[in-house]
């Protein structure tokens, strides 16, 4: 069974304190992995696609990356508007994405 | 450009009623759609996906169904709420073929008393 781990559950930074967020899969062939943003209330927003180890996207103050077990979403110099859940979701051919429970991101000023 | 609408955004409704949310994607054709529910801090639980009019597969056995009348339209419906259908439920599309993202409504808040 395909299994998306993200960690850690919640996460509380300063402004411009850098960290990353992490999405560890187990999965059976892995075709692409996908980033979102949810704010709250809101639907999830797509944010990037990984498909093969090695493979890096950015935006902004955001940078994903992935290898063969896991992918980690990287933010740098955080704003109080980068706060939200952070979702990872994999296509592994089936029929919809497999997603984490997220990560919820606060960024105090 | 696409867009997709869901609504209504807020529901409220008592335990036995029936459900009916809609979903509509505009700006393009044939696009594969899904319902997913999410339960608070917990990951997207899908239910059901359609990848043509009339076409539709179910991933969990539940009190909920599922149709797509139009092309860009689908439906989510109840015909006795119960008090564990209580959720947010998310509509999404993706185009098809491989390494599609999903792009997702902005939910309905469903909640049964």
């Known amino acids: 069974e395909d299994q998306v781990t993200q960690s850690p559950e919640a996460l509380r930074l300063q402004e411009g304190e850098s960290s990353s967020l992490n999405c560890s899969y187990t999965v059976s062939g892995l075709r692409g992995l996908f980033w979102y943003r949810q704010d709250p209330g809101k639907g999830p927003e797509f944010l990037f696609t990984?498909?093969?180890a090695g493979e890096e996207k950015e935006k902004e103050r955001l940078k994903a990356t992935l290898t063969k077990k896991e992918s980690f979403l990287h933010i740098t110099a955080p704003k109080p508007e980068d706060s939200a859940t952070y979702l990872c979701g994999v296509d592994t051919g089936r029929r919809a994405l497999t997603f984490g429970s997220g990560t919820r991101l606060q960024v105090q000023p | 450009s696409q867009t997709i609408h869901q609504w209504p955004a807020t529901l409220v409704q008592p335990v036995g009623s029936p459900l009916s949310l809609e979903c509509t994607v505009e700006g393009t054709s044939n696009p594969n759609l899904y319902w997913y529910r999410q339960a608070a801090g917990r990951g997207l639980q899908l239910l059901f996906y359609s990848v043509g009019i009339g076409q539709i597969s179910s991933e969990v056995p539940q009190n909920l169904s599922a149709s797509r009348p139009q092309d860009r339209q689908f439906i989510l419906s109840s015909k006795k709420l119960l008090l564990s259908d209580s959720g947010f439920y998310l509509c999404?599309?993706?185009?098809?073929?491989?390494?599609?993202?999903?792009?997702f409504g902005d939910g309905t808040r469903l909640s049964i008393l």
């Open positions: 990984l498909y093969s």
């Open positions: 999404a599309w993706t185009r098809t073929g491989y390494y599609q993202p999903q792009h």
